[in-house]
């Protein structure tokens, strides 16, 4: 293995054993001990990586945006349905024991910021018939984490193709509104 194959591989270590410990008890109360020892790697091996154990989990997240965004650049359908239901379908598939452990240790917040950012990408990807003002797009991101974060904190009740055309109805309804509202 060559250096940048074995700092990826120490670094999903890492995030293998931080998933694993935030299942069991609170995110503060992990040491960064507890978490190489977990991990089987050493604290300097950490700290070539990693400032704070949340580094981990924006890098993980970073991956995860990188991932779904590819995805969406290579699909044919890019209409507001077809994006909803993608993101659903990504974030409570191969991402749900990541998006429920950060949900369940209570560090959503943290993620938000980052999540808005890539959110407003997705948004950019859109097929709408009307351009999108950045303030809609804002509004559309929250909404859109707000739902998947409700839903993972509330059980998985409500199918996510019936949440991918609420969100697709919302979205249209929004982009046209300026018309109507102008003077």
Not at 19 to 31: D, G, Y
Not at 52 to 72: A, G, P, V
Request: glycine content about 4%.
């Amino acid at each position: 293995m060559n250096n940048a194959e074995q700092k990826l591989f120490f670094q999903q270590c890492l995030y293998t054993a931080l998933i694993k410990l935030m299942q069991e008890k609170n995110f503060e109360k992990i040491s960064i001990e507890e978490l190489c020892k977990t991990a089987g790697v050493s604290r300097m091996t950490y700290y070539r990586s990693y400032n704070k154990k949340e580094d981990i989990l924006m890098q993980h997240l970073e991956e995860c945006f990188e991932t779904y965004m590819e995805r969406l650049r290579t699909a044919h359908k890019k209409s507001p349905y077809e994006i909803a239901l993608s993101f659903f379908e990504f974030w409570q598939g191969e991402e749900k024991l990541f998006l429920s452990s950060v949900v369940h240790s209570g560090l959503s917040s943290q993620l938000m910021n980052r999540f808005y950012e890539y959110l407003e990408q997705v948004y950019s990807l859109m097929e709408f018939e009307t351009p999108v003002e950045p303030f809609v797009s804002s509004f559309l991101a929250g909404g859109l984490y707000k739902m998947l974060i409700d839903q993972m904190k509330n059980g998985e009740d409500t199918p996510i193709e019936e949440m991918a055309l609420f969100l697709a109805k919302g979205s249209r309804a929004l982009t046209g509104l300026k018309e109507e509202l102008q003077p």
